[in-house]
């Protein structure tokens, strides 16, 4: 039994040792003793809030044609810097490059936070569902992808949704104000 253990114990030091070995070397310079302790904050200083800069995920989001009456599509969501952008599927997301263009690439749509002030309400029937209407009943040119209808109020639903309703209307809530 002791010389089953001691060779478990030479097998394992000899794996530690080749995945140190297949480690590539970073060559980053040493850290300073604040970094080495982040924890540790100097006299008088305080932690500001770190302000959230991108959310993303799945939602359902209610097709606003009257003919695919109360149709859901699933579709992937990136809010970024006071934008909602979303894609047909994840596949198609170009990556951060495009959220700074006016009209992001492949894109399905966007909602502007920046140039509309919006609503977030939740739904009372569905714990699931919220939606994002406009403060003052229309949106303001550019905010909307597609401005055919600036009155629109858009519907999502977070079931299936890697992130809660709550998350996604706190982050919505705060990249909107």
Known sequence: AKEEEEAQEAKKAKEE??????????????KTPLEQNDSAAL??????????RSFRGYLYKKSPSARLLKSWDWRYFVLHEGRLVWWRRELYYP????LSQPDPS?????????????????????PMI??????????Q?????????A????????????????EW???LRSASQ
């Open 141 to 149: 040119e550019g905010s909307l992808k597609d401005m055919t209808d």
């Open 130 to 139: 919220f939606a994002i209407e406009s403060v003052d009943g229309m949106w």
């Open 43 to 52: 006299p008088g200083m305080v932690e500001a809030p770190v302000p959230m």
């Open 17 to 30: 040792q080749e995945a140190q070995e297949t480690q590539p070397v970073t060559g980053a310079a040493p």
């Open 169 to 171: 209307m706190e982050a």
């Open 151 to 166: 009155q629109r109020t858009f519907e999502f639903d977070c079931t299936q949704s890697a992130h809660s309703r709550d």
């Open 95 to 98: 990556g951060d490059k495009v």
């Open 106 to 126: 492949a894109s399905k749509g966007f909602i502007d936070f920046k140039l509309s002030r919006a609503r977030i309400v939740p739904d009372q029937q569905n």
